[in-house]
């Protein structure tokens, strides 16, 4: 999985304050392992997908155990390797009490991690040899964007907007605010092009709204809800005005219809069904003595 360095820095550092944030959730003491276990009981924790899938949310993981002073996690899989039913992800070793306070959360946060990396390959399938990509969305559990977004990576799928602060994008809501002000596109494009953002995209749902960004200089189109027929008939008109342009099919998008979109000319297809709707996958976590 190749990441941006700045963005796997981003992630190792959000995954240690995911990993404390979890365990805080959990209180200060667990009263269950003080009254049975033994104090220095060592034992070995084997992480297994009893579900098949795409290995993802390692560095989540690996900031859990690390924040329970436990011996480096000693994995099997790299991120985004395919994962039969029954594999063995890793192993975690150390303190047995330890273990047992880091398993709850650590296998939260990779058994999301999977089902979104696992859903973004099932898309990314259906869309191979095309050249479409497939991104995520905002759409994302609170305080877990970068897992997300890394799970997504994971499966294969491309980095979209990962906040508001670098990006222009302008929705239904900002053309209203845009029509209801007496300002046009062009300005608002031009507004944010002298604060250095580059990248400009505008959602459309009509061929004027089309027509209209092109007009404004946007640098993607998003053809918002639309069939791929639609899809492929307005992206053909916006090349013509715009060779250059991108073109990102959004909303609607399903493992039956996403290929349809990915031929109708998409350059991306953006999908929040890989985040908010994400199915866990099956982990457990079961711990042998040594």
């Not at 998008?253 to 709707?277: K, P």
Request: aromatic share 4%; with cysteine.
């Amino acid at each position: 999985m190749l990441i941006e360095r700045d963005l796997r820095v981003r992630i190792a550092n959000d995954a240690r304050r995911v990993a404390e944030t979890a365990l805080a959730e959990d209180g200060e003491r667990d009263v269950t392992t003080e009254a049975c276990v033994p104090a220095g009981q060592i034992a070995t924790g084997v992480l297994e997908c009893r579900s098949a899938g795409i290995a993802a949310g390692l560095a989540y993981a690996d900031a859990v155990a690390g924040a329970c002073d436990l011996i480096p996690i000693n994995w099997f899989h790299a991120p985004g390797t395919s994962l039969p039913a029954g594999a063995t992800l890793g192993l975690v070793q150390g303190d047995l009490a330890s273990i047992l306070r880091a398993e709850r959360p650590l296998l939260n946060l990779v058994q999301r991690a999977i089902g979104i990396a696992t859903m973004t390959r099932a898309f990314v399938d259906r869309v191979q040899g095309t050249g479409t990509a497939i991104l995520h969305t905002r759409k994302t559990a609170p305080g877990l964007r970068l897992l997300d977004v890394s799970s997504v990576l994971a499966g294969g799928g491309q980095v979209h907007r990962l906040d508001l602060a670098t990006t222009l994008m302008v929705k239904d809501n900002h053309w209203q605010a845009l029509r209801q002000a007496g300002r046009s596109l062009t300005s608002a494009i031009e507004a944010a092009r002298s604060r250095g953002i580059g990248d400009c995209f505008v959602e459309v749902e009509t061929p004027e709204q089309v027509a209209e960004a092109c007009a404004a200089g946007a640098s993607r189109l998003l053809i918002d809800n639309q069939r791929p027929e639609t899809v492929r008939a307005w992206a053909a008109d916006a090349r013509r005005r715009r060779p250059d342009i991108q073109i990102e099919a959004t909303g609607g998008g399903t493992l039956d219809n996403v290929r349809s979109y990915a031929e109708a000319g998409a350059d991306f297809i953006s999908l929040g069904v890989l985040t908010h709707s994400v199915k866990a996958a099956d982990v457990s976590l079961e711990v042998k003595e040594e």
